[in-house]
């Protein structure tokens, strides 16, 4: 799926913003975009990830089109970019979001990327997902991810461990009380 997200030419990679919405962005009284914030998990990815319109809020949805067509428009002024690339930018928004794995539209996002790359309507996903779980490599992989997993009894002493007196404490909250704790000589 991934490989199908670029364009496959041989233009480059861009600094992408993982987070870019409303919250992230000053602009002055004329509008002009003056800073960015918060570029702490930024990273470099093809220039379709630059081309896929941002969002607003933590919409899972895609934008109306009119919005997309304003983020464009400053693009397709400058460059004249083939169609394929918005096509691969659209992809691409689908994808950013199922990554961060935030909305509960996780299977609708996956269903549509799904659709769009492989040119298919209606495929059944969770009969897509049970055929490859079910493959050998697949399950090898599995087993060794479940050598990692902490035991039952492990989950169940370290979820008691984080509650205390009905309520979650924050991880701050326990640091400062067993800071506190060692502080206290042995009596």
Known sequence: MIPQLSTGDNNGFTLSHP??????IFANDDLNVTCIIDWGSASVGPVTELLSTPGLGSNSSPLPEPLVAAFRSPYSQRWHLE??????????????????LLS????????VLYETLNK????DIPRLFGNRASQEH????????????IS???????ESAAFVSGRAETVEENWCREEADSDVPNQ
């Open 19 to 24: 987070d870019l919405n409303l919250g992230k």
């Open 152 to 158: 039952e009894e492990e989950l169940k002493r370290e």
């Open 138 to 149: 697949n399950r090898q992989l599995l087993a060794t991810l479940e050598e990692d997993d």
């Open 120 to 123: 298919v309507e209606g495929e």
């Open 83 to 100: 169609p394929r690339y918005w096509a691969k930018a659209d992809m691409m928004w689908y994808f950013s979001r199922l990554v961060r």
């Open 104 to 111: 509960m539209q996780d299977y609708n996002l996956f269903r």
